[in-house]
């Protein structure tokens, strides 16, 4: 998904922006460290120009369109410094000069100087690369009027266009940079290359697929403007796989946690077998499974390395749960258990007696929907795993409003009700009552199955039994799950899945086999 140069990363560029928070970063590099604004403009440019060559012919006419901000500024030094290269660029000015920005009419005083091809009408009939340099990431309103017709006409000549590709210079035009969504009308992207940090509308959907491949290159901001203006989300990458818990030749099954799993009913025994299995997987000492005496022989046979305490409505006891409860470190409640009496039951004596770390999933989250005083008793650090319905439902709110803003949505949620909320989609988003959001970055539309989340929730177990915090516990579950999101990093669970199988094909076993993959890589 993101792309950066390597031997120039920081470990401030797992930090991801929205637009304002990206100005406060520019600002503060500009006005308090004194960096002249030109300079990190045409180090923008450089970069940018050094990413689209990879996949440049000198034979391909370029056209920067421009639009009278600093992100125009940007695109007149792009055709600036492709020209000198050798290129056959120009640029085409979607505004009076009057309204550029300083930087802007200054990047127009060089490249009249040099020379570089100025056109006064939006002519694509010859263009084969397509600049997008009208707005940049401080977008906040809909694109509209003559603005609106350049991008549709722009977006119709890349769909009409056999070979025409449009680049965005750290936006696309019309993104919103925090939220992923259209504002209006927005330019579609086949690549876009953007600065300093990446930007949360193009990790979240739409702006994932609206922005394509995305570049992030590092044009200077000193770490110290990122850490006097921290930004709210991050993101994991691969070198994060060193935050799994640590195992040690002396060791037994007793030294990596015991985890308790209250999941089935009958017949929806598949979620606590996924959660169960996937536990094992991550490493898990011994995981006990709470279920009814139907699934029993079921459990027996598919997770044999699981301890069963099995129950009928007649021996469903609080004592039983209690007692349960005592051997764990850890408690998952949910996957699969229903909505009847038993299992309003074991959720409302869980919330009675829990003194160990919790996961809710599935079942246990609809009930607490339809008891909202239960929330009262959650406790902090509780991590909840809802997909957008059950989180609709606990929001009293709908799919469609969560969707437009979900990294606010979810924090709103976690810091009210003091919990740990992981907000499955398609790009996952987690967020801790403290205030930090992860947005996660790895999976793909292969893991849309049943059975995926039951994973996602014995993985989390798994990793907070054996020491992990439950907020680092969420976001690295969450990354190695590869939680039903786009291309990804290559190598996690559900890309690993895709790998074997194909995206149709894919089954929540095949998670399975792909977090085997992901732990295998800690001991290679």
């Not at 997008?132 to 350049?150: N, P, Q, S």
Request: hydrophobic share 40%.
């Amino acid at each position: 998904l993101l792309l950066w140069q390597k031997e120039r990363r920081s470990r401030y560029m797992r930090f991801v922006t929205d637009g304002e928070e990206m100005q406060k970063i520019d600002h503060y590099t500009i006005d308090t460290l004194g960096y002249p604004s030109i300079v990190l403009m045409e180090r923008a440019a450089l970069a940018f120009v050094n990413c689209l060559c990879r996949e440049l012919s000198k034979d391909e006419r370029v056209l920067c369109v421009c639009g009278t901000g600093n992100n125009g500024g940007d695109g007149i030094a792009i055709a600036r410094i492709l020209y000198t290269k050798g290129y056959t660029s120009g640029f085409y000015l979607a505004d009076s000069e009057e309204k550029a920005s300083q930087e802007t009419k200054k990047e127009l005083e060089m490249a009249r100087n040099t020379g570089v091809p100025e056109y006064n009408t939006l002519d694509l009939s010859h263009v084969r690369v397509v600049v997008d340099a009208l707005f940049g990431t401080g977008l906040c309103r809909e694109v509209t009027g003559a603005y609106k017709d350049m991008v549709t006409k722009i977006n119709d000549w890349r769909k009409g266009s056999e070979r025409g590709r449009v680049w965005a210079v750290d936006i696309p035009s019309g993104l919103h940079a925090g939220t992923g969504q259209p504002l209006g009308a927005g330019i579609q992207a086949d690549a876009t290359v953007t600065f300093g940090l990446a930007k949360r509308g193009m990790i979240l959907y739409p702006g994932r697929d609206i922005a394509g491949k995305v570049y992030v290159e590092d044009i200077g901001f000193p770490q110290k403007a990122i850490e006097k203006n921290r930004p709210l989300a991050h993101i994991y990458e691969t070198s994060d796989l060193n935050r799994l818990p640590v195992r040690k030749n002396d060791s037994n099954k007793g030294s990596y946690g015991r985890l308790l799993i209250i999941a089935g009913s009958k017949d929806r025994a598949g979620a606590g077998y996924f959660a169960a299995k996937a536990a094992s997987r991550m490493g898990i000492g011994l995981v006990r499974l709470l279920t009814p005496e139907v699934n029993r022989m079921i459990y027996q046979m598919m997770v044999p390395e699981a301890v069963l305490t099995s129950w009928t409505s007649e021996s469903l006891t609080e004592s039983m749960l209690c007692q349960a409860l005592s051997w764990a470190d850890t408690v998952v409640i949910g996957p699969g258990i229903g909505t009847q009496k038993e299992a309003e039951k074991l959720v409302y004596w869980t919330l009675k007696n829990i003194k160990i770390p919790l996961i809710m999933d599935a079942d246990a989250l609809n009930l607490i929907a339809n008891h909202p005083e239960w929330l009262e008793w959650i406790p902090e650090d509780t991590v909840i795993t809802p997909h957008m319905g059950e989180m609709a439902r606990l929001t009293k709110s709908s799919i469609q409003i969560l969707k437009i803003d979900p990294v606010g949505q979810a924090l709103e949620y976690a810091k009210r009700r003091r919990l740990i909320c992981v907000m499955k989609d398609a790009a996952t988003v987690a967020a801790s009552p403290a205030g930090s959001v992860y947005i996660n970055t790895t999976g793909n539309h292969g893991m849309s199955a049943g059975g995926s989340g039951d994973v996602l929730a014995g993985v989390i177990g798994a990793l907070i039994s054996q020491g992990l915090t439950p907020w680092e516990a969420a976001r690295l579950g969450v990354f190695i799950h590869g939680m039903a999101g786009g291309p990804g990093l290559h190598g996690m669970a559900g890309d690993r899945a895709r790998e074997m199988k194909g995206a149709y094909s894919m089954s929540a076993n095949d998670l399975l086999d792909g977090l085997a993959h992901v732990t295998k890589r800690m001991d290679d």
